[in-house]
């Protein structure tokens, strides 16, 4: 299994970014895949995940600001970020296979994709 996440960079605040997430190796199309990201100095956190038949969940820090969405056909996972805030800066992951959603340890996990947002 492989995830590889892009579509990181620098961005002022209240800019966007969409990020990317190619899945290869297996088929996804039956499992929960989303997003987590790690501040510096903080914690992994949950961020986003979308089911195998299109429930979204989100934090309640980037709920109204970010849009989760896939392509099964393409075997790619999305994240549109709007309204970026400077506490948004973080590396973010593509995971898949959830033990339990929301946000419940993910069997996979990508190489992560670094968002910097400026004040």
């Known amino acids: 299994v492989q995830l590889q996440a892009s579509g990181g960079g620098l961005v002022q605040a209240g800019g966007s970014l969409r990020l990317s997430c190619a899945a290869s190796?297996?088929?996804?199309?039956?499992?929960?895949m989303g997003w987590f990201r790690q501040a510096p100095g903080k914690e992994r956190e949950f961020v986003a995940a979308?089911?195998?038949?299109?429930?979204?969940y989100y934090a309640d820090s980037v709920k109204g600001r970010f849009t989760i969405s896939r392509d099964n056909a393409k075997n790619t996972l999305y994240l549109q970020m709007n309204s970026l805030k400077p506490e948004d800066t973080a590396v973010y992951y593509c995971?898949?296979?959830?033990?339990?959603?929301?946000?419940?340890?993910?069997?996979?996990w990508g190489q992560g994709t670094l968002v910097t947002v400026s004040s």
């Open positions: 995971v898949t296979h959830f033990s339990y959603l929301p946000g419940g340890n993910p069997a996979y």
């Open positions: 190796g297996r088929t996804f199309r039956n499992a929960a």
């Open positions: 979308v089911s195998s038949v299109l429930s979204t």
